[in-house]
């Protein structure tokens, strides 16, 4: 019950689980007899059992949490203190004639929960249904003055006394309540296949997925009075998708349709909220936020795979996407002073992809290994472009139009590499990539990037491996034409020209048998020589080290150091040439180190394990004051114990302790009314100090 999907809490979390003795298969009704062509004996089942078997296993137990925590249960589910419940299973059921059903069932009693039921019969047909929930609880130390969270509409008390600064709204503490910031995702799917030949396959796969829940939006009126709203999340998404394979002794080949439907569950199309800072009757006092609009998605897709030779097999993909959304336009405002009319009533929103992929692979001499494969990419923006008339954040109107740009572009991308095993020892191996992208309605109409990389592997003894990687990649531009009202020298940094140095090596040693030592070393320096306003240079250099110790059958040992530093220097201006730079750096060091023991051999097993990690944020500026650091620390530490009582029944006691400490100047004394012209929502540095102990006992069948 371990839940080895969360590292970071990593905690043993337990409850009751009710089995159900499998039902017995009632006898298959006669069939009238098959034609007599038909080969049913190359349909025998090769892998089933000569006899019917069932087996698995149930864990069940409570725990106990010592404080609440949102950060610490932000995806496992368990972010309230006192007393709790889980539970995991497995249950699997496999007849002679290869007829077969799987329960599988994991953190039953969190709001994190997995439950699969498979079952068909092997070699014919596959039906999977699965159910799972996913949370993320991002803040409760968040609150707000703002009523009707749960519909699309926000607003203010009737006793609200509005003003230009949030410090001198009178009623603004006595207005507040207590808002949490959280989403729920919660899925259903099913899954399907069906051989109705020898060789071939039908599949279907459908999901309905809903979130709901609260996110954090920032809106303004005028030009700096902001108000960060509790915008609710209700979103449903369905997508299903159908399939027909053939999988042959060379040949293999698949085409499919997968669709994706989006909807804003109460059909939305804007949250309307009051500005607190001034006191106008409805609508003028208003503003109106759009929500994300409906939208849907289709792809006709085909797969091929063909071994022309023995040791060289081609491989093919092709796909047509198309995307669409046709949504109603909300109004530029609500307030009727303002705004005209809109030039469409909807965006007629349109994109289509198109995508082909072909390689091959090959080995032509037992030595040697060749790769190559291209990728065209194109996506056709057929979206409608117009002008609008719009309006300055409730405002007024502005004074020049503006015209939606809807982006495309067209990519070529080839990649190439080729191995050689110098010698039973020693493997080198290189590659080159060209990777063209063409682009309509952005700054850099084209841009081409040349990669050469080539690496080392050797083991000069039997104790020792190590590697050596290095990569260079040159990107260009055609030539660079700002679109947007800015700074003629400013360029983006996924556009701009870029010279991309990389190095990477590894090592291991295995002195002996039980010991094995590692270390791990990657640096990058990316140059953006050309850039005078913008992202300037970003490097990297990252360093682990390793350890583990087989010092008995019964005992093992390991342990970890990794440091990752990375670094970028900025240039901005508000002149013509550049007044002001800023270097980024970003430190993270995380040690490890856990322990496996049989105390006594299929009795007692013993683990513990212990975790440091810390990150330093610095922003440092040349002519200005520097941003406070930001620093976060955790530290966590784990010990459990499994006890056999018999060969199918086992006792389990874990505890888990985690303390995780932040300074961020962002969150760290900011209230709601703390600037005077942001009515914020007071988020808190989430530091907790937990205590987790849970019990629990399995029981395994056969």
């Not at 010592?66 to 589910?77: A, N």
Request: charged content about 25%; overall charge negative.
């Amino acid at each position: 019950m371990f839940d080895r999907a969360l590292p970071k809490t990593g905690i043993l979390l337990f409850s009751i689980w009710v089995c159900l003795s499998p039902a017995v298969a009632e006898e298959p009704v006669a069939a009238e007899e098959p034609a007599a062509t038909v080969p049913w004996e190359d349909w025998r089942c090769k892998y089933c059992p000569e006899i019917a078997e069932t087996e698995g296993w149930v864990e069940g137990g409570i725990g106990y949490q010592s404080e609440d925590s949102y950060r610490f249960g932000r995806y496992s589910g368990l972010k309230d203190d006192g007393v709790f419940g889980n539970a995991d299973g497995y249950l699997m059921h496999r007849e002679e004639d290869g007829r077969y059903y799987e329960i599988r069932g994991r953190n039953l009693g969190l709001q994190s929960r997995d439950i699969q039921v498979e079952g068909g019969d092997q070699g014919k047909y596959k039906l999977l249904l699965e159910y799972d929930q996913l949370p993320s609880f991002n803040d409760d130390t968040t609150e707000s003055p703002y009523r009707g969270r749960n519909g699309n509409r926000l607003s203010l008390p009737q006793n609200w006394v509005p003003d230009a600064s949030t410090q001198n709204m009178p009623t603004l503490q006595q207005d507040l309540t207590d808002v949490t910031i959280k989403t729920e995702r919660k899925r259903l799917k099913a899954d399907f296949a069906y051989l109705p030949f020898r060789k071939w396959e039908i599949t279907a796969h459908f999901m309905h997925e809903k979130k709901d829940g609260r996110h954090d939006v920032g809106t303004t009126f005028g030009f700096s009075e902001t108000s960060i709203l509790p915008v609710p999340v209700d979103y449903l998404t369905n997508e299903l998708g159908f399939g027909l394979g053939y999988t042959g002794e060379k040949l293999q080949a698949k085409i499919a349709y997968d669709g994706s439907y989006f909807d804003e569950d109460h059909n939305h199309r804007g949250l309307v909220w009051q500005n607190p800072y001034v006191a106008t009757s409805e609508p003028n006092g208003f503003g109106q936020y759009a929500l994300p609009p409906d939208n849907n998605y289709h792809k006709l897709s085909a797969t091929l795979g063909y071994d022309v030779l023995q040791h060289t097999r081609l491989n093919a993909h092709l796909a047509f996407g198309r995307l669409k959304q046709d949504g109603n336009f909300l109004p530029y405002t609500i307030n009727p002073d303002l705004g005209g009319s809109l030039p469409t009533n909807d965006l007629d929103g349109e994109v289509k992809s198109t995508l082909a992929r072909f390689g091959i692979s090959s080995r032509p001499l037992p030595r040697l290994r060749l790769n190559a494969n291209y990728t065209y990419s194109d996506r056709d923006n057929d979206s409608s472009r117009n002008t609008y008339d719009y309006v300055v954040t409730d405002l007024f109107n502005a004074t020049t139009s503006r015209k939606n740009d809807p982006y495309s572009f067209e990519q070529h991308l080839f990649r190439s590499s080729a191995a050689y095993r110098l010698s039973r020892r020693t493997n080198l191996s290189a590659g080159f990539d060209y990777d063209k992208m063409e682009r309509t309605l952005q700054d850099a109409d084209e841009t081409e990037e040349k990669t050469f990389w080539g690496e080392l592997r050797l083991r000069p003894h039997e104790i020792l491996e190590t590697s050596v990687k290095y990569t260079y990649a040159d990107r260009s531009n055609s030539s660079y034409n700002s679109t947007a009202t800015q700074n003629p020298d400013m360029r983006l940094y996924n556009l701009a020209e870029r010279t991309r140095n990389k190095l990477g090596g590894t090592l291991s040693i295995t002195p002996f048998s039980a010991l094995t030592l590692g270390l791990s070393v990657d640096y990058y320096d990316d140059d953006y020589d050309d850039t005078k306003l913008g992202l300037t240079e970003a490097k990297g250099l990252s360093f682990t080290a390793d350890i583990s110790y087989f010092i008995n059958e019964n005992l093992t040992t390991t342990a970890y150091f990794t440091r990752e530093q990375l670094e970028s220097d900025q240039a901005g201006s508000q002149a013509p040439e550049s007044d002001w730079s800023m270097d980024d750096e970003n430190t993270t060091r995380t040690l490890g180190v856990g322990i496996n023991w049989a105390a006594i051999p299929d009795k007692l097993d013993i683990g513990a394990d212990l975790v440091y990690s810390d990150f330093t944020g610095k922003m440092n500026y040349d002519n200005a004051t520097d941003y406070p650091d930001l620093e976060s620390t955790l530290k966590s530490a784990g010990l459990h114990g499994t006890y056999r009582l018999k060969d199918n029944i086992s006792l389990k006691l874990a505890y888990r302790y985690e303390d995780y400490d932040e300074d961020d100047w962002a969150k760290d004394g900011i209230g709601v009314e703390t600037l005077p012209t942001v009515l914020g929502l007071g988020a808190n540095t989430q530091d907790y100090d937990v205590h987790v102990i849970a019990a629990s006992i399995r029981y395994d069948f056969e």
